[in-house]
């Protein structure tokens, strides 16, 4: 691709991504993907809206196959297996592989509830009590619902709900999360909050994140990916990847121009 | 901004409105308020007008005749003794297995073409056709029962039993079954199924877990407007033959869902068109009867939606 850096080769790549193009319909919405996602790092996808960064997060866990008319082409591997070969099953391919959604979206039931739903349906046999405390203290929630776990999850606030949301995802213990915007709807305390919890989390999961505050991009993340939107002759609009690199580099030396103008703030 | 009266609003701006052809405009706007809020209390205040007439000449008309032996005698030739015991029975269960029939029918119909297959023409073309069927004059369903229910498939229904008619009902009620389930599905915000789709759930654990728990007072309501058609249904039932003279109560078992029976509106219809004036008294006793049977239905599914809610 434009700028594969050297030591990519020297971490273990956990998904990786080859010319993968999206269509909506017929529509194409993103052209030719190629990355890497390395093992227990936080990878952040950035690019202006409509870039198609999102719908690249969504191909991960083939969340994309619940849009009618979504198509994608290309290859996606997670540990050298083509997630979209035949008899590979989409719902074994999201209990590994997580997502956490850009507006909090808990279940309307008790928070314990929230934690047990994904244990109980992928069969998990071990004591409940106990994977719900270490879900919610993993995601740094425990101390504030430990004396309600009976009450609703959406008595929370939006900041408890993402996390909320996050100790959901990691009960089942996937390998990968993806995070889509998890902050955007977000006050600066919650979001702080949750890029600490993202930090603790890289230790034991892969973390892909797709944000629109590039801040955030350069605080959390280990490398960055940069998306951008160019017009088509139909008048819509397809995205691709422009540079992909170290987060440092991105942020400090981007080797594109697009990308300079973009992390510097001169457009988009 | 020197000039500015500092009691009004007011200031320069390029509108080059004044301020009193402002203040003439708004009460302008405010009196338009005013008309159309009188305009919609009128509208109230005349639909319940009219109930409350209907429902004062029914109760002044019948209050009398309703008492035990009304409730418990079977229909007679002499007004004095008639009874619609017979027909009250019916009622209750020909709804009993219309909502047996419906509910699961009409839900799962719902869910499968709101959750399980994807929108494409096949689906929209059922769609309408659905919603054409909800509009489809009962009698038309009354003489599909009587071919397909009495006739064809006399052997389970031996004819014109309750079973035909209760499965004429709810071919006719099930298109507004349908209807209110997709409806409320719909509502269900498509963030719930993709939480539960993201944490690897199957399609039905997402329907069956998060997103039916979530839709089911819609569909309840869907449901008691579904049992209010039906329990008030005439035509249909007279067409596949419901008879308006059982001196007999159906047994309670299989064998009773076989037997002839009548229903409420029958039973009213047959005393209003004969020719004594004390039958019309009976009839309103029907009447009243019939809505409180109606009003402890409906109170069940607000109760059954409320706990719902919660």
């Known amino acids: ?268 | 901004m020197t000039t500015s009266n500092p009691q009004s609003f007011e200031r320069e701006s390029s509108w080059n409105i004044d301020q009193a052809t402002f203040l003439k405009a708004l009460r302008q706007r405010y009196t338009f308020d005013k008309v159309f809020a009188t305009l919609a209390l009128l509208a109230v205040v005349f639909s319940l007008f009219v109930l409350a007439v209907l429902l004062i000449d029914v109760f002044i008309d019948g209050i009398g005749r309703v008492n035990w032996s009304f409730l418990t005698s079977f229909p007679s030739r002499r007004p004095a003794e008639a009874g619609l015991v017979s027909a009250l029975v019916g009622t209750v269960w020909v709804m009993v297995l219309v909502a047996l029939i419906t509910f699961p029918v009409g839900v799962g119909a719902g869910v499968f073409l709101e959750e399980f297959i994807s929108d494409n023409w096949f689906a929209r073309a059922i769609e309408i056709n659905i919603s054409n069927l909800a509009a489809v004059p009962s009698i038309i369903y009354g003489l599909l029962g009587l071919q397909v229910f009495v006739r064809v498939m006399f052997p389970i229904t031996q004819g014109r039993s309750i079973l035909s008619g209760a499965l004429t009902l709810s071919l006719l009620v099930l298109p507004i079954v349908i209807i209110a389930t997709r409806e409320s599905l719909r509502a269900v915000p498509g963030s719930i199924r993709q939480a539960g789709f993201a944490l690897g759930a199957t399609r039905w654990q997402v329907v069956r877990e998060h997103v039916l728990p979530l839709a089911m007072p819609g569909v309840l309501t869907g449901v008691i407007l579904a049992l209010s058609r039906a329990i008030g249904e005439t035509a249909p039932l007279i067409t596949i033959g419901a008879l308006t003279y059982i001196p007999f109560l159906p047994e309670l078992s299989l064998k009773g869902l076989q037997s002839p029976f009548t229903v409420l509106p029958i039973q009213i219809f047959n005393w209003v068109s004969r020719p004594q004036a004390d039958f019309y008294s009976l009839a309103a006793g029907g009447i009243i009867v019939l809505m409180v049977v109606l009003l402890l239905m409906n109170a069940t599914a607000i109760y059954l939606r409320n706990r719902f809610q919660k």
């Not at chain 1, 269509?23 to 890497?36: E, I, K, M, P």
């Not at chain 1, 990691?170 to 979001?191: F, G, K, N, Q, V």
């Not at chain 1, 930090?199 to 944000?211: A, C, F, P, S």
């Not at chain 1, 440092?248 to 001169?266: L, W």
Request: glycine share 8%; net charge neutral.
């Open chain 1, 1 to 268: 691709m434009i700028s594969d850096s050297m030591n990519q080769t020297l971490t273990e790549a956990a998904l990786r991504a080859q010319n993968v193009f999206v269509y909506y319909g017929s529509t194409l919405a993103v052209r030719d993907v190629t990355l890497d996602i390395p093992k227990n790092k936080i990878t952040a996808f950035i690019g202006p809206s409509g870039c198609g960064k999102s719908t690249i997060l969504r191909c991960f866990n083939r969340t994309n196959d619940l849009i009618s008319g979504a198509r994608v082409e290309g290859k996606i591997t997670f540990h050298g297996r083509d997630l979209y070969a035949k008899g590979v099953d989409p719902v074994e391919v999201r209990r590994r592989i997580g997502m956490v959604f850009q507006k909090p979206n808990p279940f309307p039931k008790s928070i314990y509830e929230n934690i047990a739903f994904g244990a109980r349906i992928n069969g998990y046999q071990g004591n409940m009590d106990e994977l719900v405390e270490q879900s919610l203290r993993s995601a740094a929630i425990w101390d504030e619902v430990k004396d309600k776990l009976k009450e609703s999850g959406l008595s929370l606030s939006g900041g408890q709900q993402q996390r909320l949301c996050i100790a959901r995802a990691i009960a089942i213990e996937p390998e990968i999360i993806l995070m889509d915007e998890p902050c955007s709807a977000l006050d600066p305390i919650s979001t702080l909050k949750v890029e600490e919890l993202m930090q603790q989390l890289k230790e034991r999961y892969t973390i892909v994140i797709v944000t629109h505050n590039m801040q955030q991009a350069s605080r959390v993340s280990d490398k960055t990916a940069f998306f951008n939107a160019e017009a088509t002759d139909k008048g819509g609009k397809v995205g691709y990847l422009v540079e992909y690199d170290d987060t440092s580099t991105i942020f400090s030396n981007p080797k594109q121009e697009y990308t300079r103008d973009y992390v510097s703030g001169r457009f988009g």
